[in-house]
Structures are given as structure tokens and as C-alpha cells.
């Protein structure tokens, strides 16, 4: 069985200043990882994945997330912050090689200060 | 190309009516999913399907019903609608094989009264 945990469900960061949101995934199988983000009353967007290549994934809009198997996370990071990166994100896991379902976190919502 | 286009956008059903949420992808992808997003749960997926003739239950399938008879469209019918189905419906199409990416399409946002 598959599952993911996002450990902060509300991050609030200052335009300028780093971004941090984790995540941590629970897989039998070697995974395959995502991060979504969805702006308010939108879709989801798809940030980056980890399919067993590179450990650091980067992504568009400046994002990229680090595949740490020892500590089974893959937190998603941002050196700075723009007003434009406030939204819900959701981390997402899935068995990889396999048409397997995807397993969505609870989402963590980025709220960006001025 | 389109990606994949849900309608209605929008939805307001009484207690016990019916309806048929529309999902088409032009992606050629054999792999298409229903999901439903309420608040601070995630999404949780209703029905999925590997391909043309082949559907399944996800993890909240109950009150819904799939048919895929084609690869282009999966249609989500809710039999007797109920409050606790008041939801945004998204559903995605993915790349099996491929990129592994699932593509979302923009959503149904649903209120059942």
C-alpha cells in the first residue's frame, strides 16, 4: 500500500524568502513522485515528478524537490518567493512502472506576504 | 489539441435527481481517472479506467457509475444525488507508459441541495 503525508497543512512565507513544504511518502514499490500545485478555482498543474533518475527534480517556475529514499521524503523547495506562487500544492505518489493509482497528500496551501 | 475538457463547469442538483458529468481527452491516453476535492482532504478518486471497455472502483466509488466505450471519453453518472456528494469533480487522463504524467482537466464544481 501506497500513502503520502504533507506535514504542514498551511505555510505562510514572505515574497523574497525562501519556500519549504514537505512531504513524506509511504511505497512498497520504487515510487514515482509528484508535486501539483492548483491555484484557486482552477486545475491542477503538474510542478515536477521523480521517475528513478536524477534525485534533484527541478520544475517549472523556479520549484524543484530532493528524492531522499533513506528518509522517504521528497520536499518541495523555492530560494524565493513570489506573490504569484500562492496556491494549494499536493504531493502525490504512485508505484512507478505500473499503471497504479495515484495517491494524493491532504495538500499544504502557500500563503505569499508582501 | 485541447487536453482534457470536463462540463459542465458548474451544477446545482436537488436530492435524488441525476446527471452525467462529461470528460473527453484528445491525448490518445489509455488511462483516464475520475477524482473528487473537498475541503482539506486532498483528492480521492472515484472510478478509473485502464482502457476502452475497462473500468474499475477507486477509493470513494459509491453513488457513481463509469462506462468507457471509447478512448476518448469517460463519463461520471451519479444515480440519486445526495448533499454529501456537494464536491469539485476533476478528471485526468495519464500518460501510461510514457511520461507517466496525469493531465487534470479544469473541473465540475457540483452543489447538491
Known amino acids: 500500500a501506497q500513502s503520502v503525508t504533507q506535514l504542514d497543512s498551511h505555510v505562510s512565507v514572505s515574497e523574497g524568502t525562501p519556500v519549504l513544504l514537505r512531504c513524506n511518502y509511504s511505497s512498497s514499490y520504487s515510487p514515482s513522485l509528484f508535486w501539483y500545485v492548483q491555484h484557486p478555482n482552477k486545475g491542477l498543474q503538474l510542478l515536477l515528478k521523480y521517475t528513478s533518475a536524477a534525485t534533484l527534480v527541478k520544475g517549472i517556475n523556479g520549484f524543484e524537490a530532493e528524492f531522499k529514499k533513506s528518509e522517504t521524503s521528497f520536499h518541495l523547495t523555492k530560494p524565493s518567493a513570489h506573490m504569484s506562487d500562492a496556491a494549494e500544492y499536493f504531493c502525490v505518489v504512485s508505484e512507478s512502472g505500473t499503471a497504479s493509482k495515484l495517491t494524493f497528500g491532504t495538500g499544504t496551501r502557500l500563503q505569499v506576504t508582501l | ?113
Open chain 2, 1 to 113: 489539441n485541447a487536453g482534457v475538457t470536463q462540463t459542465p463547469k458548474f451544477q446545482v442538483l436537488k436530492t435524488g435527481q441525476s446527471m452525467t458529468l462529461q470528460c473527453a481527452q484528445d491525448m490518445n491516453h489509455e488511462y483516464m481517472s475520475w477524482y473528487r476535492q473537498d475541503p482539506g482532504m486532498g483528492l480521492r478518486l472515484i472510478h478509473y479506467s485502464v482502457g476502452a471497455g475497462i473500468t474499475d472502483q477507486g477509493e470513494v466509488p459509491n453513488g457513481y457509475n463509469v462506462s468507457r466505450s471509447t478512448t476518448e471519453d469517460f463519463p461520471l453518472r451519479l444515480l440519486s444525488a445526495a448533499p454529501s456528494q456537494t464536491s469539485v469533480y476533476f478528471c485526468a487522463s495519464r500518460d501510461v507508459g510514457g511520461t507517466d504524467t496525469q493531465y487534470f482537466g479544469p473541473g465540475t464544481r457540483l452543489t447538491v441541495l
